[in-house]
């Protein structure tokens, strides 16, 4: 096969079989013959583009550079020359202005005089963004979002397991907790800087990991890691992310620390090699999600039919539809490992070298077990209330920790989610870009809330913070004294 660094459009036509397929994407051109029997939509939906620029097609479900990841660099054919069929810009522009202003048409019949129809220049916008600076809370970004994301990217987004009894209380409960502030201190000058897994943030506390931002702006993921480096940030990767590892973290400052949280493959090479490239790329740290061996029931996501075609560029999850329904949690985590055990954790620090913190840890138990294991961190959660409806809230489980192993706390970091709102609130903050992202985290929301609550409470640092300043009574009596039920001693009996 010739190689060649400019083609036309004429060059790549003939290449339009199942046994000799190129297609070009962004002006580069590719062969993807040996992809047509691996692509998750089939042979089908490439053969359809075979020998033609796809670039509007290709955009439309895959985040860019996924070709790059997917391909080895010798199916890089050349680059795409301009082509003399593409109307110049001004010819593009002339015509978007003289569909703007709204033409009057004439129709006329045998019977009836001239009609004036006067044509719509747009279709009506449902629902216009209010302007960036008069959004001034985290639950602000969530009703744009409501009115602006396509209805699948809002159920996707928002929907949490069952009933939603679990994510309902895991707000509710954090708000059942009070502050005791002390008074006559001096705060003029506050710092809330801190040191995640030896990496400096700014605030305490970082980006959580989400699936598939591309939903709610092109840039997604990348959005968040440029904001997350303008305003010293660390953001948390997730696996089943729309862009290449590779231009997520190239998309931040340099330097920019980052994490991986990992959903372990079932096909554990795909997994090794994820961590090895995540290594080469600088990530810091991985967050091992170990509450969603399969993943809960989210009957808003089931719904709603899914876009075919939408695909993580990390996992290589694919989006779909089925009896059950359209839900992208459930289909695009039919790849994760369900027989993940205690020892892969071993396994994962061997392959990766890096530290290792759980996500979903949801009992003293566990987080004891995690010590025992060498992790350098657990993040409590149940998963935003989107994997099992019923379970623990999270600030239950952290006064748990405090109650029956407080020592853990000398040997990891404790981190929780669930009810704080550091992943959902980023997502829809993308409806707004990386400016967005950036007026969510900066002076005006989450970092203005936090200081000026610090200033309230009477400290001038985090380290100043000590059990003392809440009153945990209103909730007390729900937080789980030991393994052992307090009385239920009941045991199945053994039936043939």
């Known amino acids: 096969m010739e190689v060649r660094q400019a083609l036309s459009l004429g060059d790549i036509r003939s290449h339009n079989t199942p046994d000799d397929c190129w297609i070009a994407v962004s002006s580069k051109v590719w062969d993807v013959t040996d992809l047509l029997n691996n692509h998750p939509g089939g042979p089908e939906v490439i053969l359809k583009y075979a020998g033609l620029d796809a670039t509007s097609a290709y955009n ?13 660099a010798e199916k890089f054919i050349g680059d795409l020359l301009p082509s003399n069929d593409v ?154 992310a729309s862009y290449p590892l590779s231009a997520i973290v190239g998309a931040g400052t340099k330097n920019q620390p980052s994490f991986l949280q990992l959903y372990v493959n079932v096909d554990r090479p795909k997994t090794a090699d994820l961590l090895r490239k995540a290594v080469s790329l600088g990530v810091k740290a991985i967050f091992i999600t170990v509450d969603a061996p399969v993943p809960g029931k989210r009957e808003a996501d ?35 490992e369900r027989g993940l055990v205690w020892g892969d954790v071993e396994w994962i620090k061997k392959v990766s070298g890096l530290p290792v913190v759980l996500k979903g840890v949801q009992s003293a138990e566990d987080a004891v077990m995690a010590v025992r294991y060498g992790c350098e961190g657990v993040m409590i959660s149940n998963h935003g209330g989107r994997s099992l409806d019923g379970a623990q809230k999270s600030i239950l489980v952290l006064l748990e920790v405090h109650r029956i192993c407080p020592q853990i706390f000398d040997s990891l970091e404790v981190y929780v989610d ?34 000026t609550s610090m200033r309230i409470c009477g400290i001038t640092d985090i380290d100043q913070a000590h059990p003392g300043l809440v009153n945990t009574l209103d909730v007390d009596y729900l937080v789980a004294k030991g393994a052992e039920h307090p009385y239920v001693r009941w045991k199945p009996r053994a039936e043939m």
Not at 98 to 114: C, E, N, V
Not at 422 to 451: A, C, M, N, W
């Open 60 to 72: 439309e479900v895959h985040a860019p550079g996924m070709l790059e990841e997917t391909l080895a």
């Open 418 to 451: 669930g009810g704080f709102e550091f992943g959902r609130p980023y997502l829809y903050s993308l409806t707004y870009d990386q400016e967005g992202v950036e007026h969510l985290t900066q002076s005006v929301i989450l970092k203005d809330e936090f200081e």
């Open 302 to 336: 089931e719904r709603i039919a899914a876009e075919t075609g939408v695909k993580s560029a990390i996992s290589g999850a694919v989006a779909g539809n089925d009896k059950k329904g359209g839900g992208m949690g459930r289909l695009m985590a039919q790849y994760v």
């Open 87 to 240: 109307p110049p810009p001004a010819t593009i522009l002339e015509a978007e202005t003289a569909q703007s202003t709204s033409p009057q048409i004439q129709t006329q019949t045998q019977t009836q005089p001239p009609v004036t129809v006067q044509l719509p220049s747009r279709v009506p916008i449902v629902c216009e963004k209010p302007a960036l600076h008069t959004l001034i809370s985290a639950p602000d970004f969530q009703e744009v979002a409501s009115h602006t994301l396509t209805a699948k990217a809002w159920a996707f987004y928002s929907s949490a397991a069952t009933d939603l009894i679990t994510h309902s209380l895991n707000k509710s409960l954090i708000r059942r907790i009070l502050i005791r502030p002390r008074i006559l201190r001096d705060v003029k000058h506050v710092s809330m800087k801190r040191k995640i897994l030896g990496c400096d943030s700014t605030p305490p506390f970082f980006i959580s990991p989400v699936a598939m931002a591309r939903l709610a702006h092109p840039d997604g993921e990348l959005a968040l890691a440029r904001a997350a480096g303008t305003k010293g940030i660390i953001q948390c990767i997730g696996s089943n």
